[in-house]
C-alpha cells in the first residue's frame, strides 16, 4: 500500500521504518520537500522510502498517518490539502501537550473535544481513526517490547477504516483481542486525555517501554 | 481505627462496608444525620457502623474518605468542617463528572488542575491522597473480582499519608507490587483525566469489572 506519514519526528520515523519493513511504500512529508530529518530517515529506510511536502505525502498516500506533534496537526493537515485527504483514512497518532507550566506536560484540548474530533470536523469527507497515542512510538510498532496482554485502541466513526486500522496494526504484530474499539470519534477524548496518568506512569514506571493492559472478569 | 466516611452513595457505602468488616469502627456522615441511606447501610453493616452528619463523621474519624460526587465534594468537605479534617489524612475517592453533553459524561475539573489538587488547596492542614477513583466500587475493596495484576494509584504531597493509604490499600486485598505511587497531589490529574478513557472502556467492555493494568519490560 502506498502511505503517506505526515511528520519527521521519532513517531514518524518509528511508523514510516516499520511500514516501510512491512512492504509498503511510504512518503514521509514536512512543510518542506528536502527537510533533513526526512532526509536522513529516507537513506535509513531504504527501498520503499521517499519524502516531500505534506502535500506530496498527503497525495502519494492511500492512507495517511498524523505523526506532527498535536499543537501543529492542523496546521500541518490544512497543508496537506483537504483534497489531497478527502476519501482516504488518516490515523491520527498525535497528542497536544502543553508544557508552559513545566513537566510534566499538562493535555491541551480540554476535557469536551480531543485533537482527533477537530481533525475529523475540519476534513469532514476524511476517516479519521485516532490510535496508537497512548504509548511510546517504540511500542507501538513493537508491542513485544512489553509483556503481557497490554492493549491499543481505536477510535473513529468509520467502521470500515477502523477495520483497516486494525488490519495494520496487527501487522505491527497487535493480537486481535488487544485491539479495543471504544467507539466513534468521540472517544478519541479517553484515549487522549489517558495521556495525562501516561505521563505520571512513565515517571513512576521509569521507562517508557510500558503500556496498560485492559482485564476484565471472564 | 475510626474511620469517617464521607457520602451515602454506592461509594461510600462500599468503602465502609468493608472497613467495618476489616474491623474498623466506621461513621458515615452526610448533609444531615440521619440519612435514610446512612441509616440503611448503619443496618446492614452491623456492630461498627454508625451515622451522623458530615461534621460528626470528620470529629470521628482519625482519617476519612471523601465519596460524595466530585461536584459536590467541596462542599461536603466545607460542612464537615476544616478543623475536623486538620492533621488527618482523607483519601479522596472522588470524580468530578459534567452529563450537560449526555453520555458519557465528561471530566468535569479541565486538564490543567484536579479535584485531589482543589482539595488540597482549600484544606491546607489535611494530609489529602487520590486513590481508587480509577475504578467500580466494588472493585475497589475487592480486587479480586478482576483477574491479573491490576493496578491502583496514589497520589499525595505527604509520603506517611500515602504509606497509610498503601497499607489500607492491602488490607482491601491489593498486593504492594500493584499499588503504584504517581506522585504527588498534582499527579491526581493523570487520575482523573484517566476517567473519561475508563468511561469509553466501560462501554466497550461490555462490565463495570475491569481494570488496567500497568505492564513494563523487565
Known amino acids: 500500500m502506498r502511505i503517506g506519514v505526515l511528520g519527521t519526528g521519532m513517531v514518524g520515523q518509528a511508523i514510516g521504518s516499520r511500514l516501510v519493513a512491512l512492504g509498503h511504500e511510504v512518503q514521509m512529508g514536512s512543510r518542506e520537500a528536502g527537510n533533513e530529518n526526512a532526509r536522513a530517515w529516507v537513506e535509513r529506510?531504504?527501498?520503499?522510502?521517499?519524502?516531500?511536502?505534506?502535500?506530496?505525502?498527503?497525495?502519494?498516500?492511500?492512507?495517511?498517518?498524523?505523526?506532527?506533534?498535536?499543537?501543529?496537526?492542523?496546521?500541518?493537515?490544512?497543508?496537506?490539502?483537504?483534497?489531497?485527504?478527502?476519501?482516504?483514512?488518516?490515523?491520527?497518532?498525535?497528542?497536544?501537550?502543553?508544557?508552559?507550566?513545566?513537566?510534566?506536560?499538562?493535555?491541551?484540548?480540554?476535557?469536551?473535544?480531543?485533537?482527533?474530533?477537530?481533525i475529523q470536523r475540519a476534513f469532514p469527507d476524511t476517516k479519521v481513526v485516532k490510535s496508537l497515542n497512548t504509548m511510546n512510538c517504540e511500542v507501538m510498532v513493537d508491542?513485544?517490547?512489553?509483556?503481557?496482554?497490554?492493549?491499543?485502541?481505536?477510535c473513529g466513526d468509520d467502521v470500515d477504516a477502523k477495520d483497516q486500522v486494525k488490519a495494520l496494526l496487527e501487522s505491527f504484530g497487535w493480537p486481535s483481542g488487544r485491539i479495543l474499539?471504544?467507539?466513534?470519534?468521540?472517544?478519541?477524548?479517553?484515549?487522549?486525555?489517558?495521556?495525562?496518568?501516561?505521563?505520571?506512569?512513565?515517571?513512576?514506571?521509569?521507562?517508557?517501554d510500558f503500556n496498560i493492559a485492559v482485564v476484565r472478569s471472564s
Chains 1, 2 share one sequence.
Open 45 to 118: 529506510a531504504g527501498h520503499g522510502a521517499s519524502e516531500g511536502s505534506f502535500e506530496d505525502a498527503a497525495a502519494f498516500g492511500e492512507m495517511a498517518f498524523n505523526c506532527n506533534a498535536g499543537a501543529h496537526s492542523l496546521a500541518a493537515l490544512e497543508q496537506a490539502g483537504r483534497d489531497n485527504l478527502a476519501g482516504k483514512v488518516l490515523v491520527d497518532v498525535a497528542n497536544v501537550l502543553d508544557s508552559s507550566e513545566g513537566a510534566p506536560p499538562t493535555v491541551g484540548v480540554g476535557t469536551n473535544d480531543s485533537l482527533g474530533e477537530q
Open 143 to 154: 508491542p513485544s517490547r512489553v509483556p503481557g496482554d497490554h492493549s491499543v485502541f481505536v
Open 181 to 208: 474499539d471504544l467507539g466513534g470519534i468521540r472517544s478519541a477524548r479517553g484515549a487522549e486525555l489517558y495521556v495525562a496518568l501516561w505521563l505520571a506512569l512513565w515517571g513512576a514506571v521509569g521507562t517508557g
